[in-house]
């Protein structure tokens, strides 16, 4: 089995201005997959992201500030998942509830080293 | 484990939070309550994803307090005035804003404020759906068929009014309170036959705007000082409606007469809660529109077939209804009512009675009936005018193309 680490591209629902009854409805999706994947046993981790971002850059670490509405493709979360391949990844990543909202998902192999 | 929240919770939820901070905060600070507890929603959902709360009306409320004092913190440091929480009596006041029967007084504080008499009638039904139900600019301008830019000017517009005209944040009393009830239920029937009478085919949406105007009204049924007569007689009405909804469109999504519908798709259970209403509603012997509709309907609910339907009954209902409210609609189904009951000259007097133009979107209707009254004659010349009329003007589809198949049916 290798890992793979699904990542969450899109606006962040603060500006998405769903109405309470869409977020309730696409929170429902989101526990649907959770529930999914926990039982397929394929879900190692996963967090949301909150919308403050510090960036640090430079040999003088300069810490900026970025918001969320700046910055058009926002991080909004990730999964760590178990699958075969990268098509086992990206058959998990087709239940991502927010696809309608202009989200996306980039799937990427998590590194393994051998000795 | 999958645990199901209930539906509309979120909705529902939004609607109690922004009244009690309302309470709390005052009127003034609508926009930024709102806001604010947008923002608790994101966070749930945000928060939720994973690990749902064990119970999750207590989560929100938990979180409509931490609000709370955040926009204690954020308006004090913007110099606006805000209610004093420092001593302890006024912080348990605070706390028992929360307490259930706190929260549907803010509630109903919330319905008076959207139907106040000094807001346009317009804005109102726009107002109520955002801020008491947590409906959004969307779907208010779906629900209506309205433009979103449309929804966006009238909530602005009630705003303001609001602002201006400083009106409280009260529920009204003494001689005051029967009037603006009166108002509060107008304006709950209106929201009801958007959904009932919509021209909207999505079932799904329909049947949400009529699901609110019933939770609205039986908020007020919950409360000593509106479970007023009236009150009741418009919830018994909009569950007798409401009973029939399910019939209204056939699995083909066309709309179906209360001639052809299925009437073992009556949800019964709406009834029996209707048929209780009407009975607190009769007890001081005080009739209003409401009671005579409700009555009108109920009669068609106990005909087991379209056939049995007592006429004689819903005429002379409607006769008191016309006494009442003199409105050319109650002349247009009184005549439809006579041309069921073969009292067909009758009935052309009714329709006389009537400008069409005084029907506005509903004037199809009129020459529909007419049609009718021309096929009873076996005069089909007039009657295929006026069905033609009637197709020309009628703007839901699935009733055009009833009326195509009853042209069609003449030849």
Redesign the interface.
């Known amino acids: 089995m290798k890992k793979f680490m699904l990542i969450f591209i899109g606006k962040g629902y603060e500006e998405m201005n769903l109405s309470p009854e869409e977020m309730q409805a696409q929170m429902g999706k989101w526990f649907a997959w959770n529930a999914k994947m926990e039982e397929a046993g394929v879900v190692e981790s996963g967090d949301a992201l909150t919308s403050t971002i510090k960036r640090i850059s430079g040999s003088d670490r300069t810490v900026t500030d970025r918001t969320a509405t700046e910055v058009k493709e926002l991080i909004g979360g990730y999964y760590i998942v178990k699958a075969e391949n990268i098509e086992g990844a990206i058959a998990i990543a087709q239940d991502y509830p927010d696809y309608d909202h202009g989200g996306t998902v980039e799937v990427r192999e998590i590194m393994v080293f051998e000795q | ?3 199901k ?1 209930i539906d ?4 529902h ?2 609607g109690k939070m922004v009244s009690i901070l309302t309470r709390i905060f005052g009127l003034a600070h609508l926009e930024t309550i709102e806001d604010a507890v ?2 608790t ?2 966070k ?7 690990q ?1 709360p064990d119970n999750p009306e207590a989560w929100l409320m938990q979180a409509a307090k931490n609000r709370m004092i955040d926009l204690f913190r954020k308006l004090s440091a913007e110099q606006k005035r805000v209610p004093n929480f420092t001593s302890g009596a006024s912080n348990i006041a605070m706390q028992n804003m929360f307490l259930k029967h706190e929260i549907e007084d803010s509630q109903l504080r919330m319905i008076f404020t959207a139907c106040h008499p000094l807001l346009n009638p317009q804005d109102q039904i726009s107002f109520a759906l955002k801020t008491i139900s ?3 600019i ?2 208010i301008a779906s629900a209506l068929l309205l433009k979103e830019e449309t929804v966006k000017k009238r909530l602005v517009r009630a705003r303001k009014s609001i602002k201006n005209k400083s009106i409280a944040f009260e529920i009204p009393m003494g001689a005051e309170l029967p009037e603006r009830l009166d108002r509060v239920l107008e304006v709950l029937y209106l929201i009801f036959n958007e959904g009932f009478h919509s021209n909207k085919k999505d079932i799904l949406v329909r049947k949400e705007l009529c699901g609110e105007a019933i939770r609205l009204s039986q908020m007020l049924l919950n409360n000593d000082l509106t479970k007023h007569a009236n009150s009741y007689a418009l919830f018994a009405l909009m569950c007798f409606q409401s009973a029939r909804l399910n019939s209204k469109v056939n699995e083909k999504n066309e709309l179906v007469d209360l001639k052809n519908q299925d009437r073992s798709k009556w949800y019964f259970p709406l009834i029996k809660m209707g048929n209780d209403s009407m009975f607190q509603a009769v007890e001081n012997g005080i009739f209003s529109s409401y009671h005579f509709e409700a009555a009108i309907v109920a009669e068609h609910l106990k005909a087991i077939n379209f056939e049995s339907t007592n006429w004689d009954k819903i005429y002379s209902w409607y006769e008191k209804l016309y006494a009442l409210q003199p409105l050319p609609m109650t002349l247009l189904n009184m005549a439809i009512v006579q041309l069921q009951r073969n009292e067909f000259e009758s009935a052309f007097l009714l329709l006389q009675k009537i400008k069409p133009t005084d029907l506005e979107q509903r004037a199809y209707l009129f020459y529909g009936s007419l049609a009718e009254y021309f096929i009873k004659k076996q005069d089909y010349n007039n009657a295929i005018t006026n069905i033609d009329k009637a197709i020309e003007l009628v703007k839901n589809e699935s009733e055009k193309e009833y009326l195509i198949k009853k042209k069609q049916s003449l030849f």
Request: proline share 0%.
């Open positions: 484990m999958e645990q929240i509309h919770l979120f909705r939820q939004f947008q923002d929603f994101v749930a959902m945000l928060s939720w994803r994973t749902m947590g409906f959004s969307k779907e």
